[in-house]
């Protein structure tokens, strides 16, 4: 039987075993991960991608919020679906099978999107909040929560073939709606993207690294930067984004 | 010439080009250039009243203009120029 790279002499970390030895990361940021709460809107594609990782990594809990059902459109991207699950809260199914990953972490399953009446409840006492909703309406909800309450909010997206992510730090940085004033017109519903698999769990893995990055401490955050990358021409680019003096969520900061 | 960056949802109007041409001595101006040269661009980048859309975010070399002289930043040769919408697929 082969043995594990000996990064940990604890027997408890086993499982981690292979990422205490990241730079800079260690027992210590494994700590800090594990103590973490972490709040997700919609765990789609995107979403999904960002709570399978941080399950994997052992944050300590998740809260993940995603109304619907699975169904066959989603099964060319969701981590989490699968054709006999077809017709379940998809949420459910993403939390029961989290819990498979690893049953240490402390799974909240919300069976709505996030809403006006309910963002607040479903971000209280999370360290960090995941953005990775499909329309702007939640997208600005969730930003305008996590400025209100400080928190940072790691936002995610993808179009076709193209991905963006950035970390708002409240008051530091300029937050989704400094570089989203307004949403285009087009986008009136959650069909209005084409995705297939890689798009969606490529923003959501780089989301998931930068959750670990904040919580632990550790590397270069996406703060004040929109990184793109375009899947169809391999075109990637880190944007310096600006915060508005006039913001209407984060001016007054 | 500065190179534009053309996001996938223009690309039907720049004969499904990535990357394309245009001129102009700013920011404002080149936008203009590649709508001339490209007309089916005018209703993505400028909306009803002739102002460039607010959901566009303009990128030259790598920084958004909002934070250099907007739209009326000088732009040289070689300088690329990118417009990005909004995007909130998950």
């Known amino acids: ?253 | 010439m500065t190179r534009v960056l053309i996001p996938t949802i223009m690309r039907a109007h720049t004969d499904g080009s990535s990357s394309v041409e245009a001129s102009g001595s700013t920011v404002a101006e080149v936008i203009r250039g590649l709508v001339e040269k490209y007309p089916g661009l005018q209703p993505k980048v400028y909306d009803a009243e002739g102002k460039l859309q607010r959901h566009l975010l303009v990128v030259l070399n790598g920084d958004d203009v909002r934070s250099l002289d907007g739209t009326e930043t000088p732009v040289a040769d070689r300088d690329e120029l990118q417009l990005l919408p909004a995007m909130a697929g998950g």
Request: hydrophobic fraction near 45%; charged fraction near 15%.
């Open chain 1, 1 to 253: 039987m082969n043995s594990a790279p000996a990064f940990t002499a604890d027997p408890n970390l086993a499982r981690y075993g292979r990422q205490l030895g990241i730079a800079g990361f260690g027992e210590d940021g494994q700590a800090k991960l594990s103590s973490a709460h972490v709040a997700i809107s919609r765990t789609g594609g995107v979403g999904g991608t960002v709570a399978m990782h941080l399950a994997r990594a052992g944050v300590g809990s998740l809260t993940m919020a995603h109304g619907g059902f699975i169904e066959p459109e989603g099964l060319n991207r969701w981590p989490w679906a699968f054709v006999d699950d077809i017709g379940k809260p998809s949420v459910h199914t993403h939390a029961a099978n989290l819990q498979r990953v690893n049953p240490d972490v402390a799974v909240t399953a919300i069976h709505s999107n996030v809403t006006a009446e309910n963002v607040a409840t479903i971000t209280a006492s999370a360290d960090v909040i995941v953005d990775a909703a499909p329309l702007f309406e939640e997208r600005y909800l969730l930003n305008r929560e996590a400025v209100r309450r400080g928190v940072p909010l790691v936002s995610g997206a993808m179009y076709d073939m193209e991905c963006c992510v950035t970390v708002v730090i409240p008051g530091q940085t300029p937050c989704f709606a400094c570089i989203n004033p307004v949403k285009p017109d087009y986008w009136q519903d959650i069909y209005v993207f084409a995705a297939i698999g890689p798009g969606p769990a490529t923003v959501g893995a780089v989301m998931a690294m930068e959750v670990i990055k904040l919580v632990a401490g550790i590397g270069e955050s996406l703060t004040g930067k929109l990184w793109f990358f375009d899947m169809a021409t391999n075109v990637s680019r880190l944007i310096n984004v600006a915060r508005r003096p006039d913001c209407d969520v984060c001016g007054h900061l």
